[in-house]
Structure formats: structure tokens, C-alpha cells
């Protein structure tokens, strides 16, 4: 079998007595858009802070690219091109949206202390390729004209394409989207639906965390229920649509199941 | 016997430092900043104590103490209302909330001075200056009855919080604010009474210290510090925490000057501070919690 | 015009202005001022890096102000060091000593301040217990002044330019730091130190090398601080230094480098001017650190900038 692009084995998070996350196993093929679903409280989020690094695992491992990630950190992971967006905005407020953008370059340029102070030819023409890549990042997905605004005074649905610019900027390996359509009218979700398959096209392999069920189902290879923590089901969208067991936990808590949302 | 001495004023100290501690840890419970004026709310207590003793010298000690208290906790009151409480409405960030208490502590040290001058002042006897003698042993009746006020003045702390419908609830905003609010909880007034009590709190620390050394304008920027210090070595937000951090702190710190080095007797809290945040941030509380 | 444009066209008449000003041979005591107000301005411009920039709250800077000082003074009162040296090594000493601290920059928040707070008492009590080192409570006398390649500086012109350059450089570096991927990372810290480490910034890292910056700054203030006045106690470097600096960070403006100026021409000069103030000083600083705090963080530089905004344009 192919090495896949992430693998978890046994993954489980606990907060005191609470299992948020119970031993999960994922497996993300490398060009994949790989969605995560499940009723309010399930762990999405949890599970994906684990592999971005943003939590500690308690228990299992996380490996990318055939590496043992596990005990890296948020930083050192996002260097090796795991980059993500956060379910409730977490933008630089008061920078620019190119700026905003820029940042997500940090990591794959050198231009240090002593190179910003003497203003090497090297240091400014590396922050010329900076910008004029995040200003491509930020044309990409549709906010070419917000380049100055500060990010702070931009309008919600473009808040949320920020997000994914500064994430998608680097040309990460795996992209980690987390609710990405929260509070989307119909039609961007639409437009978000077909951002997400051209980040693939682009190269990266995407997991995404999602309520919105039309976006799930039209962009999704594979993807994986969870509930109470634990992996309820894993599949193709439209198998996953019919899987009885996901429909009683949906129908369970008094979300509507999958299957009450159009495929796309 | 000399030990027994050192023993008393260790625990005497550590009342005061635990008073003030107390202070730190309820504020930090309900509103999460750390409140640098705390100490000047002990320095003001102080020298209210001694005023009043200056208008009525026959006055007895407990009378001596409420006064402080009751000073204390009104300004306690008044920077929560006229600054904090302003502050915590405007959404301010949190760096800019404490750089405010900064300013208020700055504010109040200088017109303490202003007010009181510059020069250290004496407290008249409070106590007999004959020592007691207990299980055989003579130790000085300051001491002693710093220790009961000390007391005295936790375990009703106590009984209020667990005990009276008020302490209950303030306990609850301390947990949650946006349930208790939503379970009927009035969170100004409550807001209130954390700083009024924590105001008395410090401001019985600041007679209690100021009969046994000496009161003036500065005192409460280090003794506020060491009270920090006690809060965080019994772990930021325990109030159990701040009580225990305090005695502690007042042993280390009396023995240390005498068996290390008493001119670095301030350094102690220092290094102690720094170690604790750096290697125990959770305090003596975090660790028996990670034990269990 | 352009509002960055306008911003150096301001900064370039504020320099030459500055360099000018000996010719209309004002009184000593003014260069004498203006001078404390040179060093005075690069300590907080120091600050301005770790508290404006990358958001760290120290309280502690007079610790490496006073180590500057005193390792400026020392060496080249007692080793006969010439000044260019004492300067530089005043610098990397207070920097090597942050280096002690580094640690602490894993704390956020209200535990950082006072961290910092709690090793500016300690540096103090070093000094002031240190005598056959510091010279103790007695303080150090006869330091000699500043010299450049073996010419004493003896005029208080000379002194002046000196303090003046010093500070435009460090003012003109951390403009320079602003702008690069260094800043926007340390900028990026500030507002949100999580999606900063979602970014892959090594925030740790750079909160680091801010507070070691931030100290050689103070340290070369303190160095010159030395050699101006020439006499140095331990009460000279007391928490309470460290606040003023703060304070001439907050009334100038967070964030701003030209605030951090204006801010430590107002705490030192106000005093000076308005001398019935005096005694009430420090009142007055108090309150108004809670005034600025309560109506938005901008200080002075941001009061002119709102007062600038209708003539210039964002840059795109």
C-alpha cells in the first residue's frame, strides 16, 4: 500500500476524566480532500488541533510524509508544510491582508536580524518574492482588491478567505481547514466548495472539518465520522450519506443527518 | 530560645504576606488580571491604622485594625469603580488593564507621600511589651496576637465564602461569570465585594505590619510583591493556595536571612518568584492537584 | 503624500533639527537636558521593541539601564578602557545578562511583568550590596567623559551629538527591523501568538531575541547615561526607572518609535519646565497611565497621527 500523506494511529486526547479524542485511526492519501464530520462534540476540532500540534496527544502517534511527528510542535510542523486555518478566526486584526498573508512565508524564508538591519540586496529581494507571492495568494482565492485593508475591517466571508490565503500561501503538503464555511451564505459556500478543489488541483492535500454538508459532499474524496471521540464510520461521501449507524447518531442528537442535505 | 522566636516571626510575617496573598488570588479568581496596587491598598490600611491612632492614641488594637480595614476596602471599592470596572467595559486588552494598575499603584504611593511624607513612621505600643510565655517559652506579644488576628481574620473569610448566601455567589462568578450572571448574580456588586474584601484583607496586613516594623509611602510596593510571590508559590487563584504560599513564604523568608544572608533578604522572594513561574507556574496547589 | 513618505520627511527635519541646534549656541544646561533626553529616548526605544512591537511586558529594563552603566563606568574608570569599547561592551554585557532571563519569555502577560519586576529588584540589590564591585550605596565616582578615538569629549556639544547619534541609529535600526519579515514576525506575536505559531514562527525564539535587543539598547543608554552625569548611585536604577521608561512608552504611543521619543522628551523635560510640578511628577505620570490606558493606547504619537490623517494616503 502507498505511504499515505498522514497517518494516526490510535490517537486520543483526554482532558481529566473526558476522552475527546478515543484512539482514532486516519489515513490521508497524499492529494486527497479528506473530510472530517459528526455531530456537535465529536472532536473534529480536537482531533485536528492534534495533528496541526496545537494540542498534545495523550495517547497514539501522528506521522506525515512517513515521519513520527508526534512530539513536534505547532511551528516545527507548520515549517515541514502542515499549515491550517482556525474555526473561530484567529487573523492579525491590525496588519494588512497582504501582510497577514505574508506571514504565512515566515517560515520558508531566512532573512534575519542582522540581514533586515543592513538591508542586503538579498534580504529585499527576498521581501519583493514575499509579497508578490502572498499578493498570488491573496488573488487566488478572490481578495486581490482587499490587499491593503486591515484585516480587522474586513467583511466576515472575507475573513474567512484570509484565513486560507495566509494558510495556502507556503504551497503546504497538507492544508487543515478547520469549518471553513461557518456562517457562509449559499453562495460563497459554493465559491469556498470550488476554492477547495482548486488548493487541490494546486497540489495540496486538504482535511477538512465541516458542518456545512453541501460543501462536504461535493468537494470530499473520503471521509470520516466521528462521535463521541471514536471513528463511527469512513468512507465516500455518498456511502457515508446511507451508513445507518451515521444516521442515528446525527438523528441521535437531534442534528439532521447527511443524508437531508443535496448532493451537490 | 532563639528558634522559638524566629519560628514566631516567621508565621507572624507569613500572616501578613498571606492576607495580602488572599487579596491577589481572589482578584486574579474574578477578574484575571494580576492587581499591582494591591500593596498600596496595604500601605493605605497601614497608614490609616496610624492616623486614627494619632487623633485617638487610647484607642485598643482590634479598634486600630477594623480602621485600616474599613479605609482599605473603600479604596479597594473606589479603583474598581472609577478605573477597573471602567477599563474591563471598554474591552481593554489585557497588557494595557495591567499597565493601569501600574499607574494606580504609582498614583498612590506618591500621594501617600504627599499625604504622610517621606519618613518611616512608628507605630505606638499596641500590645504589652512584657512577653508572653507560651509552653515555657517567651515570645512577644506582637507576634502573637498578629498571628490570632491573622487567623481569626482567614477563618472568617472562610466561613463567609462557604457559608453566607453573598460568598456563595461571589464564589460562582469566580468559576463563571456568564453562568452565574445568567443564574441571577449581580456582577458589579460582586465585583465589588472582591475588592472591598481583598482591600480589608490587605489593609489588616498593612497595621499588622506596620505596629510590628515600621509604616511609610513605599512599603506596600514590596510587601505587595512578596505577597505575590506567596499567592504563586501556593498557585495563582487558590485561595487555599494564597493562605499556605503565605506562612511558607514568611518561614523561608525569616530563616533564610538569618542562616544565608540578610542583606539579600529581599532577594529571596525574588529568585524565589522567578523559579516558581519559571519551573512550578501551577504553585504547591498545581502539584498536590497532579499528584491525585 | 504618501503617509510612510511624510513619516521620514518628519523624521529627516526632526534629525537635522537636532544637529543643528548647537549652532544657535543655546546654554549648556539645555544640551545638558536634551542630552539626558537622547538617552533617556534610547532605553525607550528598547522597550518600545519588547512592550509595543512584540508585546512583552518588562518592567525590569533599569536592571540592564543600570548593569550598561555600571559596566560602562567600571571599565573604563577603574580597567582605563577607552569609551568606544566601554560603550560597545556595556551592550553586550546587559545583552549576556538577558540571556539569564531568556527563559521567562515563555510567560505571558501579567507573570512576565513581573518576572521582570522581580529581576530588576535583584540586579538592584547587587548593585547596592556589591561595594568592593559598585561601590555600594557610596556609588561610583569619576567616571571620565565620553571620548572618540582618544578625543575627549569636553564640551557639552560634543556630548550632546554624541547622545543624539546614539539615538538615531537605534532609532533608525529598529525602523528598519519594523519593516522586515523580523517585525511583521514579532508584530504577528503580538496579536496573535497562536496563528503566529500555526504560520511556523519559532515565537519563543523571537520573543527572545526581542527582550536580548531590547536589553544591549538599554545597556548602550546606560553607558552613556554614565559618562554624562559621570557619578552613578544604585538608587539611580530602582523599579522606579523602569516604570519611567514605561511611562515614556505609553504616553508616546505603543508601537510607535517616534512616541517612544516624545515620550522620554516629556518625562524628562515636563518636570524641568513646569518646575511647581516637581513634587507631583510622578501623581501625574500615574494618572495619566491610567487615562491613556482607558482611552486607547495611542499616546501622543497617536494623537498626531489622527491629527495627520486627513493629509496623508495608505500605502496600497
Not at chain 3, 547622545?163 to 514579532?186: D, E, H, K, N, T
Not at chain 3, 548602550?220 to 554614565?226: E, H, P
Request: positive net charge.
Amino acid at each position: 500500500m502507498p505511504e499515505a500523506l498522514l497517518e494516526a494511529a490510535g490517537l486520543s486526547r483526554r482532558f481529566g476524566g473526558l476522552a475527546a479524542v478515543d484512539a482514532v485511526d486516519l489515513r490521508v492519501e497524499r492529494g486527497a480532500i479528506h473530510g472530517l464530520i459528526g455531530p456537535n462534540g465529536a472532536g473534529k476540532t480536537t482531533l485536528l488541533n492534534l495533528i496541526a500540534g496545537a494540542l498534545a496527544v495523550t495517547r497514539g502517534t501522528v506521522s506525515f510524509r512517513g515521519a513520527d511527528i508526534t512530539r513536534w510542535d505547532a511551528a516545527r510542523r507548520a515549517q515541514a508544510g502542515i499549515r491550517r486555518t482556525f474555526q473561530n478566526l484567529k487573523l492579525f486584526a491590525e496588519m494588512s491582508a497582504l501582510e497577514n498573508a505574508s506571514i504565512g512565508l515566515h517560515a520558508g524564508t531566512h532573512a534575519g536580524i542582522f540581514a533586515a538591519l543592513a538591508r542586503t540586496p538579498a534580504q529585499r529581494a527576498e521581501e519583493e518574492r514575499i509579497f508578490a507571492r502572498a499578493r498570488r495568494a491573496l488573488e487566488f482565492v478572490g481578495l486581490g482588491g482587499d490587499a491593503g485593508v486591515a484585516a480587522g475591517k474586513l467583511p466576515y466571508g472575507h475573513r474567512r478567505l484570509l484565513e486560507i490565503a495566509r494558510a495556502f500561501v507556503a504551497e503546504p503538503a497538507l492544508i487543515l481547514l478547520d469549518e471553513p464555511a461557518a456562517g457562509l451564505n449559499q453562495t460563497e459556500a459554493a465559491n469556498l466548495s470550488r476554492l477547495i478543489g482548486r488548493i487541490r488541483d494546486a497540489g495540496c492535500t486538504v482535511v477538512l472539518v465541516e458542518h456545512h454538508m453541501d460543501v462536504v459532499m461535493s468537494v470530499c474524496d473520503q471521509v470520516t465520522v466521528l462521535n463521541y471521540g471514536r471513528k463511527l464510520a469512513e468512507g465516500r461521501p455518498a456511502e457515508i450519506q446511507r451508513d445507518a449507524q451515521v444516521i442515528e447518531a446525527y438523528l441521535g442528537r437531534g442534528d439532521a443527518p447527511p443524508s437531508k442535505h443535496a448532493l451537490a | 530560645m532563639y528558634l522559638a522566636e524566629l519560628l514566631a516571626g516567621g508565621l507572624a510575617i507569613g500572616c501578613v504576606y498571606s492576607l495580602v496573598a488572599l487579596g491577589f488570588a481572589m482578584i486574579m479568581r474574578a477578574t484575571s488580571i494580576i492587581h499591582f496596587a494591591q500593596g498600596e491598598l496595604l500601605m493605605l490600611g497601614s497608614m490609616s491604622g496610624l492616623s486614627t491612632l494619632w487623633l485617638l492614641p487610647k484607642l485598643p488594637a482590634v479598634a486600630v485594625l477594623i480602621c485600616g480595614m474599613v479605609a482599605s476596602g473603600i479604596l479597594a471599592v473606589a479603583m474598581e469603580f472609577l478605573v477597573y470596572r471602567p477599563l474591563r467595559l471598554r474591552r481593554v486588552a489585557l497588557m494595557n488593564v495591567i499597565t493601569a494598575t501600574v499607574g494606580m499603584s504609582i498614583l498612590c504611593i506618591n500621594a501617600a507621600r504627599l499625604l504622610w511624607g517621606s519618613e518611616p513612621l512608628r507605630y505606638p505600643e499596641l500590645f504589652s511589651t512584657s512577653a508572653y510565655r507560651i509552653a515555657g517559652v517567651p515570645v512577644s506579644p506582637q507576634l502573637v496576637w498578629i498571628m490570632a488576628f491573622g487567623v481569626v481574620l482567614m477563618g472568617l473569610l472562610q466561613l463567609f465564602l462557604k457559608r453566607t448566601r453573598t460568598g456563595l455567589v461571589m464564589q460562582a462568578v469566580a468559576q463563571d461569570a456568564e453562568v452565574a450572571q445568567l443564574m441571577g448574580a449581580n456582577l458589579t456588586r460582586m465585583m465589588l465585594y472582591t475588592f472591598a474584601i481583598a482591600g480589608m484583607m490587605a489593609g489588616a496586613a498593612g497595621v499588622m505590619f506596620g505596629s510590628l516594623f515600621f509604616s511609610f509611602f513605599e512599603m506596600g510596593f514590596l510587601l505587595g510583591i512578596k505577597g505575590f510571590v506567596a499567592a504563586t508559590l501556593g498557585g495563582l487563584g487558590s485561595l487555599a493556595g494564597a493562605m499556605l504560599g503565605g506562612i511558607l513564604f514568611g518561614l523561608i523568608e525569616t530563616f533564610s536571612a538569618v542562616y544565608v544572608s540578610s542583606a539579600y533578604k529581599d532577594a529571596i522572594g525574588m529568585v524565589l518568584l522567578i523559579a516558581i513561574l519559571l519551573f512550578l507556574p501551577s504553585g504547591l496547589v498545581g502539584l498536590w492537584k497532579a499528584r491525585g | 503624500m504618501e503617509s510612510a513618505r511624510l513619516k521620514r520627511s518628519l523624521t529627516g527635519i526632526v534629525l537635522l533639527a537636532l544637529a543643528a541646534l548647537p549652532l544657535f549656541e543655546p546654554h549648556q544646561f539645555v544640551l545638558h537636558m536634551l542630552s539626558l533626553v537622547a538617552i533617556s529616548a534610547t532605553a525607550a526605544l528598547g522597550l518600545q521593541l519588547l512592550l509595543g512591537f512584540s508585546g512583552q511586558l518588562s518592567i525590569g529594563q533599569a536592571a540592564f539601564y543600570g548593569i550598561g552603566a555600571y559596566a560602562s563606568g567600571l571599565l573604563s574608570a577603574k580597567l582605563g578602557m577607552p569609551f568606544i569599547v566601554a560603550f560597545f561592551a556595556a551592550g553586550v554585557i546587559a545583552a549576556v545578562v538577558s540571556l539569564v532571563m531568556v527563559p521567562i519569555t515563555r510567560l505571558t502577560g501579567a507573570a512576565l511583568a513581573v518576572a521582570t519586576l522581580g529581576f530588576s529588584i535583584l540586579v538592584y540589590l547587587v548593585l547596592k550590596n556589591e561595594e568592593w564591585l559598585t561601590g555600594g550605596s557610596f556609588g561610583l565616582m569619576g567616571i571620565p567623559r565620553a571620548s572618540l578615538f582618544g578625543y575627549v569629549l569636553a564640551k557639552p556639544t560634543y556630548a550632546y551629538l554624541l547622545c543624539v547619534a546614539v539615538a538615531a541609529g537605534v532609532y533608525l535600526s529598529l525602523l528598519r527591523l519594523q519593516r522586515s519579515r523580523f517585525g511583521r514576525a514579532i508584530n504577528a506575536i503580538r496579536q496573535n501568538e497562536d496563528a503566529a505559531r500555526a504560520c511556523g514562527v519559532k515565537v519563543t525564539l523571537l520573543k527572545s531575541q526581542c527582550f536580548v535587543i531590547a536589553a544591549f539598547v538599554a545597556g548602550l543608554a546606560g553607558s552613556l547615561y554614565a559618562h554624562q552625569v559621570r557619578y552613578l548611585a544604585p538608587t539611580d536604577f530602582t523599579f522606579w526607572k523602569s516604570v519611567e521608561i514605561l511611562i515614556m512608552v505609553v504616553i508616546g504611543g505603543m508601537g510607535s518609535l517616534f512616541g517612544a521619543v516624545l515620550g522620554a522628551a516629556v518625562v524628562v523635560l515636563v518636570p524641568e519646565v513646569l518646575r511647581e510640578v516637581g513634587d507631583y511628577r510622578m501623581l501625574i505620570f500615574g494618572a495619566i497611565l491610567m487615562v491613556v490606558m482607558l482611552f486607547g493606547e495611542g499616546g501622543i504619537a497617536g494623537f498626531l497621527e489622527q491629527c495627520l490623517r486627513p493629509f496623508s494616503k495608505p500605502r496600497a
